[in-house]
Structure formats: structure tokens, C-alpha cells
């Protein structure tokens, strides 16, 4: 293993262990000495799961990983450019708006609406519903 994967190993080992939000990309790559773009660090989470080292689930907005030798599995992350919006629109949902009326208080098409309320659903799974 290079010492930029056993990096990226370790840091993600740390976060599944505390059950924590997995390392976004940019996270990972600040770890990393002489490495500045956020895909090398991409690069190397999908080596450590070629290599059969963690299991990672993705979706559209987050990620979650599993790794493989101790079954301890991270929270998803949720990119830091829409959390603000996630929180707004839940907040008007939980208040009993639908999200067409969601939409239109944050000012917003109804079809991003839709797009935020499917993250939410992805991280948050049966708790969101």
C-alpha cells in the first residue's frame, strides 16, 4: 500500500469507527502531502475498494464506506454546498409544506426542490419519510 493510500485508509478507517461522516474528496486530498486536486483523492478510495479493502456506496450527493476488515461503516457525507438548502427545505416540509410551496418560499424551481428533498431521502433514508 503507498503511504498516500494507507493516508486515505486510515482516515477513513477513523471515521467508520466513530460511525462519523465519511471524508469528502477535498478532505481527504488536505491529508495528503503534494497532492492538490480533491480527484486524487477519488483516485485512491476507488483503489482501496478495487483492492477489496472497504465497500462504498454512493449516491448522487454522498458516500458512505465500509470497511471490510472490521464491518465499521461511516455516515454518509452530504457535500457541504447544499446543506444549507437540505436544512431549509426540511425545516419547511417538517412545518407541513408540500414542495412545490417549499419551492416557493426559498425561491426555487419546484424541480430543485424535488432534487433536495431526493438527498435528503438518500442520507437520511427511513427517518426522512
Not at 466513530?18 to 486536486?37: E, I, K, Q, T, Y
Request: contains cysteine; glycine residues 6%; aromatic residues 2%.
Amino acid at each position: 500500500m503507498t503511504e498516500a493510500e494507507q493516508i486515505v485508509m486510515d482516515a477513513l478507517t477513523r471515521a467508520a469507527a466513530s460511525r462519523g461522516p465519511c471524508p469528502s474528496n477535498v478532505d481527504l486530498c488536505s491529508m495528503l502531502p503534494g497532492f492538490a486536486a480533491p480527484r486524487a483523492a477519488s483516485d485512491i478510495v476507488e483503489r482501496l475498494e478495487a483492492r477489496g479493502l472497504i465497500i462504498v456506496e454512493r449516491t448522487r450527493s454522498s458516500r458512505r464506506v465500509m470497511i471490510v476488515a472490521t464491518g465499521d461503516s461511516t455516515s454518509a457525507h452530504i457535500r457541504k454546498d447544499g446543506v444549507k438548502s437540505l436544512y431549509t427545505l426540511s425545516g419547511h416540509v417538517s412545518e407541513g409544506c408540500t414542495l412545490t410551496e417549499a419551492a416557493r418560499r426559498m425561491g426555487i424551481s419546484p424541480q430543485r426542490a424535488s432534487q433536495l428533498w431526493r438527498r435528503i431521502l438518500d442520507v437520511m433514508g427511513e427517518q426522512a419519510r
